[in-house]
């Protein structure tokens, strides 16, 4: 089996694995206690929770609190629901390609405007953005074609409409630095080798936020609910590989773009090469079968670029916003590969694809 779908999710590392199995012990263990007793069980794993999240927010610019959530999803719900201009109905902007945890959230309030992106998959650092903004939502990197935002642009212009700056981190996180210039920005465990089932909203100081889950007043009485000391634990573990791993994971993962890149040289590339996340694929030939294709490709786990990848069934919108036809969104698949991706991994999916695609002509 060849997995090549990192945009869904990474493998767990085994150093987060360890780390989380620390806290997962039985009755005579004594870490099984819950991190918000006073009792010495309860310190020991508040111990553990906050170890985490020093190391979890070393992923992140200094000057801001990390709140542990259940997933990123739930991160971007608490900056979208529970800040100020939000909730006195100022506008919300957000760009044409960010996740389904944005665009439904922001479109379930009300009061929202799309910012479109070019051909290339990047959002002109010119474009036009309403009067009234209280909140601009940009992903730094995109889950399904990887493009790249520019960032400190988008924050130039949310500061020129006074708007506060929500950056969706999942796809970047671990993988390169996070912008200094966000207010807000959201982050999962499990796409950077860590648990699914934890998240974090990174918040700038000074800025507050009103409760998003009410009850025992934990995570600064914005997230009420017993935290896991397995899960932070594993986060943190997976947070601090990733930075000490940064640019041997970069350089691994350039490497295998170079061989995938040259294997696919005969399809078309959805979206910028060059302000790309190079461990994501997105390409297109006239004509493919994308269901036979993966039918016929059962050893090599990727994914169809067409398919939201919020898994709704609907097609995708980011293929949309950069200007596909259905015909060639449906035509599109989608390749990510990480750290625990071989060359020789690599090399054998792309032959067992391309033999596949080759054999519908
Ligand atoms: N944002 C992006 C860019 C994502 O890729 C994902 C997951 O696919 C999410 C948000 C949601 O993350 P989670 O699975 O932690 O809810």
């Avoid at 009792?39 to 929770?49: K, L, T």
Wanted: charged share 20%; hydrophobic share 40%.
């Amino acid at each position: 089996m060849i997995y090549l779908d990192y945009q869904a999710t990474t493998p767990l590392a085994p150093e987060a694995r360890e780390a989380m199995l620390a806290w997962l012990g039985g009755p005579e263990s004594g870490t099984f206690g819950n991190p918000h007793s006073p009792h010495r069980m309860g310190r020991a794993a508040a111990a553990a929770v906050e170890l985490a999240r020093e190391q979890v927010a070393a992923l992140f610019p200094p000057g801001g609190q990390v709140i542990f959530t259940g997933s990123a999803t739930e991160a971007l719900n608490l900056a979208i629901r529970c800040n100020t201009p939000v909730r006195a109905g100022e506008h919300t902007a957000f760009s044409a390609i960010e996740h389904a945890a944005v665009i439904d959230t922001v479109k379930a309030i009300g009061n929202w405007t799309e910012l479109p992106v070019g051909p290339n998959g990047v959002i002109a650092p010119d474009v036009e953005m309403p009067k009234y903004v209280g909140l601009l939502c940009v992903m730094q990197v995109n889950n399904e074609i990887g493009t790249i935002q520019p960032i400190a642009d988008m924050a130039r212009r949310a500061k020129e409409t006074g708007a506060l700056l929500l950056v969706d981190g999942v796809q970047a996180a671990g993988k390169m630095a996070l912008p200094q210039q966000a207010d807000m920005i959201a982050v999962s465990a499990h796409k950077l080798h860590g648990p699914k089932g934890i998240g974090a909203l990174w918040v700038r100081d000074g800025l507050s936020l009103t409760p998003h889950i009410e009850g025992g007043g934990q995570e600064q009485g914005l997230r009420s609910g017993t935290l896991s000391p397995a899960l932070c634990a594993g986060f943190g573990a997976a947070a601090k590989l990733a930075v000490e791993r940064r640019d041997e994971d970069a350089g691994h993962v350039e490497q295998l773009w170079h061989i995938a890149r040259d294997a696919f040289s005969g399809w078309t590339l959805n979206g910028s090469a060059e302000h790309r996340w190079h461990g994501n694929l997105n390409i297109r030939k006239d004509g493919l079968d994308v269901a036979r294709l993966m039918s016929e490709c059962r050893e090599v786990m990727f994914s169809a670029g067409s398919a939201c990848a919020s898994g709704s069934g609907r097609t995708s919108h980011v293929l949309r916003a950069i200007g596909l036809s259905d015909a060639q969104a449906k035509s599109s698949i989608r390749l990510g590969w990480g750290r625990y991706t071989t060359r020789e991994g690599m090399q054998r999916a792309c032959k067992l694809i391309i033999q596949a695609a080759e054999s519908q002509a």
